[in-house]
């Protein structure tokens, strides 16, 4: 139903995707994606993050949780019309690791931060976008955000040079009318810059909630295959891409990623639709508690878990 | 965000599961998931299908799949405020079966037709209707009915007894526009009833829809729990009952359910969101091509499937 062609899909399922199986994608993984992705009619592919390993305790990542551009170069030696992102956190990266764009890979570096931070962040952009790049700043945790602060945000941002401002639901707690209800604030105060939808699948609605959101005029949909992201996961590609209609958009490259790729990958870690993380959502909080019980004996123990997180007593948060 | 207490959830996991697990459901499974659906605010479950074995082939069938009023008596020997509820097919009930309502532990028939055969399952409403049960008309396929054959049924519908017409998404082919389309349509042309929706998942929209149909004045709200339903399953129970604002709802029972009977269920046989369920939900077919692949060792071979019912040489239809 949604027919012009004014949508990008941005799909995550390597960074996102990163946060379930620790970044352990192999380069023939990375570098098949890819391919399936362009064939595909993606815009652009997430494929990791650009944060410094200085900075963090690595756990013995991957090498797409800490990007670096020779590998890449090794990596994608081609581009296709895809274009590469990167996302980078608030604290987490080395502003000195940034080569210019004209001698990068990646074209996109989206910034992702709490409120507290969105001026941090808005530094971080124009040093970006002073070297090239185009630029996103997602706004994490949106539902728990008060209303006062993001209106002092949004008088920030709208002064930024960034390109695009993103609708994070990182608790998938969002409905169609939560995504209704923010995307037309966004329009209203930042009616120069284009819009994005990030949204997880605790409620079965990434999906749906997507959907909406490209229906009131947003650019950028993130997605991952097969729904492949952290707890509940994204909007999948798969769907995305059958329903956009554009004549660019293929599904079968997706299904094959899906049916070589995802199929193994989701034998070995998971994600999706797990009942502590709907319950995560529905009480719209981060996810962590349902992570650690579902890696834990006690997986499948809703019903305690559900007791635990409403008990006025013993408060997890 | 839907407050007001004019829905009534009827869950269908018996019914819709039996076609899943061929009705091998345990009395003391349908026993505690009644109890649980009592505890949970859900205004009807359906217990099985009510057509004839005579009528049929049985293939070992579960005994919910022909519902005898002796037997029902004694799994449910006394009644909660969840009413019960039985699916009967066209040409498959034997209306000698069927006991005045008052002698029976059912409150509500459905009858499920396509639309070539509405003229007979409005004789057998009328028959239901006389005997005292509620009764509901449940037009299956309807992405696939033409509209001039639409719009006659419901001149016939309008003038039967019938309580509730239903939009039945049989083959998860219908997004929110679809709905919202459609639910107006039945509204318009059917203002003296009431309505319901029956979603299917195949795009994980089936939750998304019901509540799309919830928000236009849709009373009855089919689910199932965990979405237990055939090929990609129905809109899940839990969530519906998380969602919807009244103080009669209540989460944990469900949750309940799904630790102890859905989890090991779901280890036995399969249903919710598989790829080849997805293509035939975009592609707006009937599944039966999609289960048997899933029935055979190429239950993973999704490019193959999609080429197959994509290609204009070789229809499967």
Same mark, same amino acid.
Request: proline share 0%; hydrophobic share 5%.
């Given at each position: 139903m949604v027919r012009k062609d004014s949508h990008k899909i941005l799909d995550c399922t390597i960074r996102d995707g990163g946060l379930v199986n620790n970044w352990d994608f192999s380069v023939e993984f990375v570098q098949n994606l890819y391919r399936g992705l362009s064939e595909a009619g993606v815009a652009y592919m997430e494929i990791g993050y650009k944060n410094s390993a200085k900075l963090l305790? %690595? $756990? +013995? %990542?991957?090498p797409w949780r800490f990007l670096n551009e020779d590998f890449l170069k090794e990596v994608i030696p081609t581009k296709t019309e895809t274009k590469l992102s990167a996302l980078v956190d608030i604290g987490r990266? +080395? $502003?000195?690791d940034i080569l210019p764009r004209e001698e990068s890979v990646l074209d996109l570096i989206r910034v992702a931060t709490y409120i507290k931070d969105v001026d941090k962040a808005i530094e971080l952009i124009e040093k970006f976008h002073s070297m090239g790049y185009e630029t996103t700043l997602n706004i994490m945790a949106l539902s728990h955000v008060k209303e006062n602060e993001l209106s002092e945000a949004f008088a920030e941002i709208a002064k930024s040079p960034v390109d695009v401002v993103y609708v994070v639901d990182s608790y998938g707690s969002m409905d169609h009318r939560d995504v209704d209800y923010m995307i037309s604030k966004f329009q209203r105060m930042l009616p120069d810059k284009e819009l994005g939808v990030h949204m997880h699948n605790n409620m079965q609605l990434a999906f749906s909630n997507t959907l909406i959101g490209a229906e009131k005029g947003v650019s950028y949909l993130d997605s991952s295959v097969y729904g492949m992201g952290r707890a509940a996961g994204n909007c999948p590609t798969e769907l995305l891409v059958s329903y956009l209609k554009h004549p660019k958009y293929n599904l079968r490259p997706v299904l094959e990623i899906i049916e070589k790729l995802m199929i193994p990958m989701r034998e070995k870690v998971e994600w999706g639709y797990l009942i502590p993380y709907t319950v995560t959502g529905i009480l719209n909080e981060h996810p962590r508690t349902a992570m650690a019980l579902r890696n834990s004996? &006690?997986? &499948?123990k809703y019903v305690e878990f559900y007791d635990r997180l409403t008990s006025p007593e013993i408060m997890v948060k």
């Open positions: 305790k %690595s $756990e +013995d %990542s991957g990266v +080395d $502003e000195n004996e &006690d997986k &499948d």
